[in-house]
């Protein structure tokens, strides 16, 4: 029997645009004739996968059909929450539509995450597929690269048959904490996990009485039409809206992990996010986009809407100028040498790795007082995304604003 995929596509991404009413969800971001939720509908093309589900929102309809059609997806289910409760209701109606037989192995995906190495994946996926039982569930947990603050981590323990087995879930920690989990060889919780219908359905029934009767009687009486399915919002209000990791994953007995050593991002910052152009910059690169200064120059890598992404090559003892901007806030990552920074009224020196948020209207300036070149990849965020946005203060190549 063929895994079906179920992707999660009903978050709203705000982390990325914290001070905007309106602002593009992660999943159908732009970020150079692809999205997130395209490199998810590519993933599950194998043909390990059976046809995929997608559960999201009316908000968000238009875009995921735009997405499907792009990607010559023709066999399809959508799962049309009416209400936001949480990931636990979204999951288990998904789960419990008629189109998926008892014993089929799920595979449930966050629409918004970026994984490179797809083979690799889809293999690992297809060995633990005979682990399955109605009463486990699998957790993919991703080798960390660092002590985040972003995610959450779990610890395990190995069982027999070469499993290993999650002793402990463990929400977003603080650095500290967080690399204490490391030093025990926890794993980043990516949010995708693995499982049969029968196990769905056995756990919900016995920890989440609530979720699992709201939410069957809002598939047993939802419309259906051209591959959607409207739930019932009467019956799907009422089921207590709660995350799967606490409805579900911490409190059934038998969850085990698969690890996973792979590039995997959630591009859930801009940090992340210049980090991934960094990675696939020869990917964006064209002359015309090359820009010198007497500082040195920088390279437009990619404009996408209401933000644009920047690598500027600061020469040895070159400064910009003491500057700040009207229409748009700056990201910075440090990707080679160790700048001079100026914010407001503060100065301090920054190393690779390290990353800088330059507030609207604040007034900032980068030097490069030592030998080696700085580069720098820069994310601008804003409404007005050119070089005229730019009041200068203090300039050594004499081009102050008049």
């Excluded at 969800?25 to 732009?30: G, L, N």
């Excluded at 644009?308 to 910009?320: A, D, Q, S, T, Y």
Aim: glycine share 4%; net charge positive.
């Amino acid at each position: 029997m063929k895994i079906r995929p179920v992707i999660l596509c009903g978050g709203a991404g705000t982390r990325l645009w914290p001070n905007k009413k309106k602002y593009q969800a992660k999943q159908f971001i732009d970020f150079g004739n692809w999205t997130l939720l395209d490199k998810t509908l590519e993933r599950v093309k194998s043909t390990i996968f059976d046809a995929p589900i997608i559960s999201t929102n009316s908000k968000y309809l238009k875009q995921v059909k735009k997405h499907l059609k792009k990607n010559k997806i023709k066999n399809f289910k959508i799962i049309l929450e009416p209400a936001k409760r949480n990931t636990a209701p979204a999951i288990l109606s998904s789960a419990l539509i008629k189109d998926i037989p008892d014993q089929q192995p799920l595979l449930f995906l966050p629409a918004d995450h970026l994984i490179e190495k797809v083979g690799m994946f889809n293999n690992i996926i297809k060995k633990n597929t005979k682990k399955l039982t109605q009463n486990n569930i699998f957790v993919f947990g991703i080798k960390p690269t660092k002590p985040s603050v972003e995610f959450g981590y779990f610890l395990t323990k190995r069982i027999k048959q070469n499993t290993n087995k999650v002793s402990r879930f463990i929400e977003k920690p603080n650095e500290i904490k967080a690399k204490q989990i490391i030093s025990r060889k926890g794993y980043w919780n990516s949010g995708i996990f693995y499982l049969r219908k029968d196990s769905i359905i056995k756990n919900f029934k016995k920890y989440q009485p609530n979720i699992f009767r709201n939410c069957y009687r809002a598939v047993v009486k939802a419309k259906y039409s051209k591959n959607v399915y409207y739930l019932n919002k009467h019956a799907f209000v009422k089921a207590s809206a709660k995350s799967i990791d606490y409805a579900i994953l911490e409190k059934a007995k038998e969850i085990n992990a698969i690890k996973l050593d792979i590039p995997w991002s959630d591009l859930g910052s801009w940090k992340e996010i210049c980090k991934m152009y960094a990675r696939n910059k020869k990917k964006y690169i064209q002359k015309k986009n090359i820009f010198y200064r007497p500082w040195g120059h920088y390279v437009n890598l990619f404009k996408g809407k209401e933000f644009l992404i920047k690598e500027l090559f600061i020469n040895p003892k070159g400064i910009l100028s003491l500057q700040k901007h009207h229409h748009r806030a700056e990201h910075w990552v440090v990707t080679h040498g160790k700048p001079k920074i100026t914010l407001n009224k503060k100065s301090f020196f920054k190393k690779p790795d390290d990353t800088i948020f330059i507030p609207l209207g604040s007034i900032h300036r980068i030097a490069n007082p030592f030998r080696k070149p700085v580069r720098i990849i820069e994310a601008q965020i804003g409404s007005k995304l050119k070089e005229s946005d730019i009041i200068r203060y203090q300039d050594i190549y004499g081009r102050i604003n008049k």
